[in-house]
């Protein structure tokens, strides 16, 4: 029996080694291919609404209406899904080294934190689309439109990577001090990799409010945000009752969301998947 037992251990750590079980290969697949199937069936529901019960494409397109107005548009949605991406992108690159310097800053003294922190949850409360008419008082629509994408993604990185910070292991900082080590070297070696896990949660959540304080900004700015994003094609589509339009830039969008959130996810993973058990998978 011992034999045995030592065998099957031994093929489990090979196959391990050599690839994926076959369980988890199978769990991927159907995380995957659930939620794509169900999205088809979903898309094929809505075509067979609006085509069996003849709703003109002012009032509600078709899946297949709004993917040929995508294609047909693609020229002018593309060029503007690229501002939106631009300012995104921009917002949220300012935003972590923000979060960060600033998480980094209120775990080196309480005094800094009560100081500041108030700021950052003000900040956090008010709602962009209130700040926006303001800001485009106080600053060129380009740069305005920037600023608030800016706001609604900085406090999500900085709250988590603050919590991350100060959730590292007492017994390990003991250690730490009990070698003599310096607070810089404290910060390097073990608080920083410590609030790894916490600062990818707050990139995935802050990536797409990004792209929606993005979006809502431009909204507020209408006519005078020239750089032309998707969210002036909506506006502009629905003045022009180009409903098709104003969907497949919705769709846009939704597509633009899932592709940051998939792409930090992934990041997320190739950085902590090999030492953190958040992103490794429980061996069976």
Known sequence: MSEKRTAS???RKTKGSEGEPEGSRSSRLLDIGLPVGVFILFLLAWEAVVVLAQIPPYILPAPSVIGATIVKDWPLLSASLMVTLTITFEALALAIVGGVGLAILLAQSRWIERAFLPFAIILQVTPVIAIAPLLLVW???STAVLVC???VAFFPILSNTALGLASTDHNLLDLFELYRASRWKQLIWLRLPAAL???FSGLRIAGGLALIGAIVAELAAGAAGQGTGLAFR??????RLNIPRMFAA???????????YAL???????ALGRWHDSARERER
């Open 250 to 260: 919705l769709t846009l969008i939704s597509l633009t969301g899932i592709a940051i």
């Open 197 to 199: 896990p916490y600062f």
């Open 149 to 151: 994408a800016f706001i």
């Open 234 to 239: 909506i506006t502009e589509a629905g003045f």
């Open 9 to 11: 251990l031994q093929a």
């Open 139 to 141: 600053l060129e629509p």
């Open 264 to 270: 930090f996810a992934l990041l997320s993973k190739l």
